[in-house]
């Protein structure tokens, strides 16, 4: 069950990380303040996603090695 959800989240992680590159390409040059705003707030949520998907993965390595 424990790869089951390990899978999961790297497929959400992937999806909201594709999604954040199609709105990055699809919004380049707008002025509005608002949106640049929004869209930084997401790109953060997905970096700090991706690092606990990082920090899980050598978590994981590290405590086979022992």
């Known amino acids: ?3 089951f959800w390990s899978i ?3 497929a959400v992680l992937v ?16 002025k509005d303040e608002a949106e640049k705003k929004v869209f930084a707030r ?5 970096a700090i996603f991706w ?3 990082v920090a899980g993965y ?3 390595v590290f ?3 022992e």
């Open 1 to 3: 069950m424990h790869g």
């Open 8 to 10: 999961t989240y790297l």
């Open 15 to 30: 999806v909201c990380t594709l999604i954040a590159v199609r709105t990055w390409y699809a919004r380049r040059g707008t």
């Open 42 to 46: 997401f790109v953060l949520g997905i």
């Open 51 to 53: 690092l606990v998907a």
């Open 58 to 60: 050598l978590a994981g």
């Open 63 to 65: 405590s086979f090695a």
